[in-house]
């Protein structure tokens, strides 16, 4: 039979390109199974000084050896503002080490692997005007198109991993169309392919050059590389203009783990030993408390914290479900035929059924009809059902 838990969060979600934070007061729990998985105990981590990253990128460029009036317009303004660079790097810090080794594999110019810095700033929450959303800002019909699951549960375009491959893949793609121009491949990655071939087929037609430095575009695009090779000259250059970047190791900063379970995002963050803001940074992709119920159950820690989570969660029994049940708002107490049994009420959400619910608490349809007066099977949000508690709580 088996044991539910019950984890009770208090979420504030902020908007915008903000993160999603939590306050679970688990370290109060008197369940010994949680406690003996270390539950709540934070990860202590002592840093290694190694490469930095930073050093690394510039060797691997291809593309900003060029420069015009409209690359130094861009250099000039982003060098007002230098602690722009320190907010980008730290923002970079989780991400770059595996964007630059995707890139190096693809043997792109490394110049793409600072694209998110003028897309989302390294932003993996961010979401614009438009709707482009992630650290490579991708628009939910090319997202879709290139594999990125979107649904109410769950925005592959946020998945670090997955839109990072979906990127590359788009931009390779793009450079093939315009015979390896890498300048109109990133034009048509911010404008699309479509619209920067017809710029191109108007000049052709006008007897004019059909290089992107030539192409009457719209203003975004025609910014938009130079903002790029204005933003990598910089860091090649760094030392010689002033610019603090902050220290990013040359080595894997996060590994994926598969937990083989749904599990409570919050719960998943306790055990790793992070805060569930350091957490969401790394798994940006769950739009809910939870992993989703029918995926892979996958979540992104940083390497030296994957370990202590995959150890804590060993000492959890594989029967108990890591998941936030409905709340009850009391509980009821029943004579049973077999003796006493302890009940409580379940709040119908949308989506509820009865065999989801009886999934959810470990019995059947039958026991809850009978626990229940239901002789329809079409429940309303909002209605009460008597279900059996066999839920170990994490009271606070």
């Known amino acids: 039979m088996k044991i539910f838990i019950m984890i009770l969060l208090s979420i504030s979600i902020l908007s915008g390109c903000g993160t999603v934070e939590t306050k679970a007061n688990l370290g109060k729990t008197k369940n010994p199974k949680i406690i003996a998985a270390g539950y709540g105990n934070k990860v202590k981590v002592s840093p290694v000084k190694t490469q930095d990253l930073w050093n690394k990128i510039p060797k691997g460029y291809k593309l900003s050896a060029i420069n015009n009036r409209r690359i130094q317009k861009f250099q000039d303004r982003m060098l007002r503002h230098k602690s722009y660079f320190t907010r980008i790097s730290r923002n970079a810090a989780p991400y ?53 699951r979107q649904n109410s549960s769950y925005d592959g375009r946020r998945d670090i991993i997955k839109s ?16 390896g121009d890498w300048f109109l491949a990133l034009a048509a990655y911010n404008y699309g392919a479509g619209n920067v071939l017809r710029a191109i087929h108007r000049n052709e037609r006008r007897g004019r050059p059909s ?7 719209p203003r975004e695009t025609s910014e938009y590389v130079p903002k790029l090779l204005a933003f990598a000259k910089i860091v090649a250059n760094r030392k010689k203009y002033g610019i603090k970047l902050e220290h990013i190791a040359n080595k894997p900063y996060f590994k994926r783990v598969n937990v083989g379970r749904q599990i409570e995002l919050s719960l998943a963050a306790q055990l790793a030993g992070l805060s569930f803001k350091q957490f969401k940074l790394l798994n940006p992709a769950y739009k809910r408390k939870m992993t989703v ?14 370990l202590k989570f995959k150890q804590r969660l060993a000492k959890i029994p594989s029967d108990v479900k890591l998941v936030q049940a409905s709340m009850p708002s009391r509980k009821i107490r029943l004579a049973a035929q077999n003796g006493s049994s302890t009940l409580q009420q379940h ?41 059996p508690s066999r839920v170990a709580m994490l009271e606070k």
């Open 211 to 217: 290089d992107y430095w030539s192409l009457k575009l």
């Open 164 to 179: 990072t491959a979906a990127a590359l893949d788009y931009l390779q793609e793009l450079e093939d169309i315009f015979g």
């Open 96 to 148: 770059l080490y595996h964007i630059v080794t995707e890139v190096e594999k693809r043997g792109m110019p490394l110049e793409i692997a600072l694209l998110p810095a003028i897309e989302s700033a390294f932003k993996p929450l961010a979401v614009s005007t438009k709707r482009a959303a992630g650290l490579w800002q991708f628009m939910p019909a090319t997202g879709r198109e290139y594999g990125l």
């Open 347 to 387: 709040k119908v959400r949308r989506g509820d059924n009865l065999w989801t619910i009886a999934d959810l608490y470990g019995t059947t349809v039958a026991r809850l009809r009978a626990l229940n007066p239901i002789k329809y099977n079409n429940l309303k949000v909002g209605d009460f059902l008597r279900v």
């Open 293 to 306: 119920a029918d995926g892979h159950h996958q979540i992104v820690l940083p390497v030296p914290h994957a």
